[in-house]
Nanobody
Framework: QVQLVESGGGLAQPGGSLRLSCAAS????????MSWARQAPGKGLEWVSV????????YYADSVKGRFTISRDNAKNTLYLQMNNLKPEDTAVYYC??????????WGQGTQVTVSS
């Protein structure tokens, strides 16, 4: 079955960096676009970034553009999110999810990112 397992979350100071990983299994990872989304405390789900299966295309929410970088290693079935210059407003549970064109069909369990001094 499809499984997505995030890791790499934790506590970071403002201006710091974290790298999230998402290990995928149960499907042909290289054939699917993959996204990151997040949910801050008391707020709705926010889409963060997407990377397409051929790696050529990446898109970002305005709130993270220039600070976050999405990437993937199809040989390792792993999705990444490099987060630099973190801000307190980046505090959220971060999820990876599989794209099916019309939306996101499978989600990981999430990893907590807290940005605080």
């Amino acid at each position: 079955q499809v499984q997505l397992v995030e890791s790499g979350g934790g506590l970071a100071q403002p201006g710091g960096s974290l790298r999230l990983s998402c290990a995928a299994s149960g499907f042909t990872f290289s054939r699917f676009a993959m996204s990151w989304a997040r949910q801050a405390p008391g707020k709705g789900l926010e889409w963060v970034s997407v990377i397409y299966d051929d790696i050529s295309y990446t898109y970002y929410a305005d709130s993270v553009k220039g600070r976050f970088t999405i990437s993937r290693d199809n040989a390792k079935n792993t999705l990444y999110l490099q987060m630099n210059n973190l801000k307190p407003e980046d505090t959220a549970v971060y999820y990876c999810a599989r794209e099916i064109g019309a939306g996101l069909d499978y989600w990981g369990q999430g990893t907590q990112v807290t940005v605080s001094s």
